[in-house]
């Protein structure tokens, strides 16, 4: 890829996740950048075991890891005025460590930084991607030249109090599908229908009262279970023992797409009372992109895209659904039906979305 535009040359991405961690959208963009040609700085969560800030090349050309402890404490809770003063001083040191000016803030967060004020004269952009990140949200869209958010939940709440906003869905990074490593081919079980969970099986908003059920009345099938699950977890203790669950732990992400094709359906479940902030999960993007089936609680989201996802309105409805999907599986991941959700996840590719956020820029004058 080319640069985009100069606006986007040198661009400081502030985000609530580490860069060593779990890739989502933040890290995605920032890598997409760095394929453009920006040079893009991805600042980690404070580390107070650090005296000073710690710049790190990242394995992507263009894209560098900053570690750094807080500006300072308390920030939250000096003036306005200052804690810009403040922020804006910290962002000039590090600046003059990096031996160039940023042109573009990209603030994934609203715990810190989130006065966009402090960036004076710099491309202000507030991306939030989550309902339940709410700390200073309000504020960070005031401040903000641009905002962009995935969800209507999210920007009903922030529309009110931005100069212009737009409602993006979730992206996805593409890939080639490649073979699935030895030591995980054993996993899986050709002879029998293969499910499987993929993410954080940790997350307080699973249903796990509905995973556990769907595992004990479908024994014909087996549940892969692809993420981090201690034994001492809810999900871990309820099917300790059943022979039709399989924990792999968690895999690094280049072995996903390598699971994906060797799976026949995909599960996401998730609690009632949080299908507000879970209306746009990221890893739906990753399912959809392998073509197969899923099978899923209520996501707003896809409320008008009902040939994405086989998702029902109510969890009790959703053992029902599932037995439907794996009776007629022909039907379900035929090749039609798989390639109208390969296609719906190629036009959210990540280098897709960052040209729309070009786009708004351009709309709203932001950029030449």
């Known amino acids: 890829m080319t640069m985009l535009v100069p606006e986007l040359k040198q661009v400081l991405i502030i985000s609530p996740e580490l860069w060593d961690g ?26 107070n075991s650090l005296s000073n800030t710690k710049i790190n090349k990242t394995k992507y050309k263009n894209l560098w890891q900053v570690k750094a ?21 910290w962002v000039e040191k590090l600046e003059a460590q990096i031996g160039s000016g940023f042109t573009t803030i990209w603030l994934f967060e609203n715990s ?22 709410n700390f200073h949200e309000i504020t960070a869209a005031k401040t903000a030249d641009l905002v962009l958010c995935t969800t209507d939940y999210i920007k009903k709440i922030l529309q009110p109090h931005c100069k212009s906003i737009y409602k993006q869905h979730h992206a996805v990074t593409s890939y080639n599908v490649v073979s699935l490593p030895e030591n995980y081919k054993q996993l899986i079980n050709t002879k029998n229908i293969n499910a499987a969970y993929i993410g954080n099986l940790e997350m307080k908003y699973l249903d796990i009262e509905l995973l ?38 968690r895999v690094d992400s280049s072995v996903i797409p390598a699971i994906l094709n060797n799976i026949d359906l995909l599960l996401l479940t998730y609690q009632a009372d949080h299908y507000h902030d879970q209306a746009s999960p990221h890893k739906v993007m990753e399912y959809l992109f392998s073509g197969k089936v899923t099978v899923a609680t209520y996501t707003d989201e896809y ?7 086989e998702m029902v309105d109510d969890n009790r409805d959703y053992l029902s659904k599932f037995n439907d999907v794996i009776s007629n599986l ?27 956020v070009v786009a708004h820029l351009k709309t709203n004058n932001l950029i030449d």
């Open 330 to 356: 022909v039907h379900y991941n035929s090749v039609e039906m798989q390639n109208q959700r390969k296609a719906f996840a190629r036009e959210h590719t990540y280098e897709k979305q960052l040209n729309k």
């Open 303 to 309: 409320k008008d895209k009902r040939e994405l996802l």
């Open 212 to 249: 556990v059920s769907v595992v004990k009345n479908f024994p014909q099938v087996i549940f892969h279970f692809v993420g981090t699950c201690t034994k001492k977890e809810a999900l871990y203790s309820a099917c300790e023992g059943l022979d039709n669950a399989i924990w792999w732990g």
């Open 22 to 47: 779990h890739f989502v959208s933040k890290h995605h963009y920032a890598a997409t950048l760095a394929e453009t040609g920006s040079h893009v700085y991805f600042l980690d969560p404070p580390d």
């Open 69 to 89: 402890p807080k500006v300072a404490k308390g920030l939250r809770f000096y003036p306005s005025f200052l804690r810009n003063r403040i922020e804006g001083k």
């Open 112 to 133: 810190r930084f989130y006065d966009m004020n402090f960036a004076k004269d710099k491309l202000k952009i507030y991306h939030q991607v989550d309902l339940n990140q």
